[in-house]
């Protein structure tokens, strides 16, 4: 993996997974209300504009990652996403980790490296 190709990756993981906590913490809390008026409340909040501007600069980095790797390549490194989401979800919002969660973790970063590694 040329060093490019690997910033690029790097970059994807970190934006889709800071945009997903952006978007965890915009929705996250008590007193937004429901229905319309919740979403109105998530609007006001700058985590949703966060995760929304990652999403735009992931879109383009991810264009950028595919135009210089196979799609079926691009694909399987870009599902190591997952992990860091899910790690991230449990290490800032306290969620759970189960036992079959942490095994898919673990298949799914142990085939992202024979991937990164073919």
Same mark, same amino acid.
Do not use: H
């Given at each position: ?61 991810? =264009?950028?990652?595919?135009? $210089?790797? *196979? /799609?079926?390549?691009?694909?399987? %490194?870009?599902?190591?996403?997952? #992990? +860091? !989401? ?5 290490? =800032?919002?306290?969620?759970? $980790?189960? *036992? /079959?969660?942490?095994?898919?973790? %673990?298949?799914?970063?142990?085939? #992202? +490296? !024979?991937?990164?590694?073919?």
């Amino acid at each position: 993996m040329s060093a490019n190709v690997f910033m690029l990756w790097l970059a994807n993981i970190l934006l889709d997974t800071f945009g997903q906590l952006s978007f965890k913490a915009a929705a996250a809390g008590t007193g937004l209300g429901e229905g319309v008026a919740r979403w109105k409340a998530m609007a006001r909040r700058p985590w949703i504009w966060c995760g929304i501007a990652c999403y735009v600069g992931e879109f383009l980095v991810w =264009l950028a990652f595919l135009s $210089l790797v *196979p /799609l079926s390549e691009g694909v399987l %490194l870009g599902s190591i996403n997952i #992990v +860091a !989401v899910m790690v991230a979800g449990r290490v =800032l919002f306290g969620e759970k $980790l189960s *036992p /079959l969660r942490t095994l898919g973790i %673990l298949l799914i970063a142990g085939g #992202v +490296a !024979v991937v990164g590694l073919a």
